[in-house]
């Protein structure tokens, strides 16, 4: 794990200096991936799903057991008051109706997906289901390629979270200590905390 840990640091410290036309690419990559997981889930979901056992009844009003984790992780994916001024900045024929127009279509996006992925991993794996849903998963080889998967999805990620926090510094000689500071404390903690359903709860405080 340590290693795993290591390594993946030292891949997305250069990607951390990338323009954000360059991790485009990373991040359509992250999306097709994230677009397999909520496919395999809704495909476990209607051949295999846990709802409807005895021993596995659901709330329809959501009142249940890790619902604070989800407000929090729904909170940390609709923050973007950080990831505003880099954003637009490096914008191609940047406007703020162009901007607005994304930032819309983008938040609608990410509505469907919680909202729509929620439920499928609900049906699938019962209330139950880990914070970390891959962990849920059944072992084969779908469920091996999601896990593994899940490491392109960070590198599109990753440095998109490290921008905002660089785009307040001015000098060039302090972003190249910045980065690697920033990469070294999210290292020092992953070598730690092991749970990602804690850390989301904790990131969406």
Request: hydrophobic content about 55%; glycine content about 6%.
């Amino acid at each position: 794990r340590v290693l795993c840990v290591a390594t993946f640091s030292l891949m997305v410290l250069p990607l951390s200096f990338a323009s954000m036309r360059y991790l485009a690419f990373t991040s359509g990559i992250a999306i097709v991936v994230v677009l397999y997981i909520i496919g395999y889930t809704g495909y476990l979901s209607f051949t295999r799903p846990l709802i409807g056992q005895p021993e596995h009844k659901l709330c329809m009003f959501g009142f249940t057991p890790g619902i604070i984790s989800m407000s929090s992780a729904l909170i940390l994916s609709t923050v973007l008051q950080l990831f505003v001024l880099p954003m637009y900045e490096e914008l191609e024929h940047r406007s703020v109706y162009r901007f607005q127009s994304i930032l819309i279509t983008s938040l609608v996006c990410v509505f469907v997906l919680y909202s729509g992925f929620t439920v499928l991993a609900l049906v699938a794996f019962g209330p139950g289901v880990d914070s970390n849903v891959i962990d849920s998963m059944p072992s084969g080889i779908p469920a091996n390629v999601a896990r593994l998967s899940m490491v392109v999805v960070l590198l599109g990620v990753y440095p998109i979270q490290v921008k905002p926090v660089l785009a307040m510094i001015n000098d060039q000689k302090l972003v190249l200590v910045a980065a690697p500071c920033l990469v070294l404390s999210s290292m020092c903690v992953a070598f730690v905390v092991e749970d990602l359903g804690i850390v989301n709860v904790l990131n969406g405080a």
